[in-house]
């Protein structure tokens, strides 16, 4: 039996993130997922090493590699459309729910219940999905953090209340991970093949 399932949601290669703002750094959700995956990764890493935890990082990293495949379906919806209204939420998480539905219905029978812990948002473990939910928010400050870099005042708004969602994480390992590794973000390549490690720690709101 053949399957379309990877080959359908490669195609999120061409879903562009932030589509209601003006981007000077176009962000494809593909893209973003790899980069959820890896800092979502090392969050788990950060909290299985310094604060008792017992993440399986494996699974932790594998299910952000698929956290956003639904939007091959639903397109990349923005956030302040997405929670504009309690009816607008239910509705996207409808579509949302059934998008995932289907992309497991793409895969041969005998491998569904492998990719379903992965692809349906309500199969992933509580403690996994809020790893995740972390790094996406860490990427989203990233993002907007470059876009301000790049001088594209769109993104300020957005930054502002990033920065205070982070704040109410309260989570330790997001903390640990924009104190270690974001500051290296604003530095050029030059810099960091120099090993340049005198980053000026800022506050958040600054960085």
């Known amino acids: 039996m053949q399957s379309h399932f990877f080959a359908y949601i490669s195609k ?7 589509g209601l703002k003006r981007n000077a750094i176009p962000e494809n959700v ?16 950060i909290g299985n090493r310094r604060f008792g935890r017992q993440y399986d990082v494996n699974a932790v990293a594998t299910a952000a590699l698929y956290h956003d495949v639904s939007e091959v379906i ?5 956030t302040p459309i997405k929670y504009h209204s309690p009816g607008m939420q239910r509705a996207f998480k409808e579509v949302e729910v059934q998008a995932e539905r289907e992309l497991i219905g793409l895969l041969p029978e005998d491998l569904r219940e492998d990719f379903t812990h992965l692809v349906v948002s309500a199969e992933v473990p509580k403690d996994i999905k809020r790893i995740i939910k972390g790094a996406d ?8 953090q470059e876009e301000l870099k790049a001088g594209n005042k769109e993104f300020s708004k957005a930054a502002e209340d990033i920065v205070a969602r982070i704040s109410g994480f309260d989570m330790p390992e997001v903390d640990t991970f924009l104190e270690i590794f ?16 005198k980053v000026r720690k800022l506050p958040l709101h600054q960085q």
Do not use: Q
């Open 137 to 144: 928010t860490i990427a989203a400050f990233l993002k907007c």
């Open 74 to 78: 639903t397109g990349d919806m923005p």
């Open 12 to 18: 999120i290669r061409w879903i562009i993130r932030w």
């Open 182 to 197: 974001s500051p290296s973000y604003k530095l050029t390549l030059d810099e960091l093949l120099n090993g340049n490690d």
């Open 30 to 45: 593909m893209e973003h997922s790899w980069e959820v995956a890896t800092i979502a990764h090392a969050m788990a890493v």
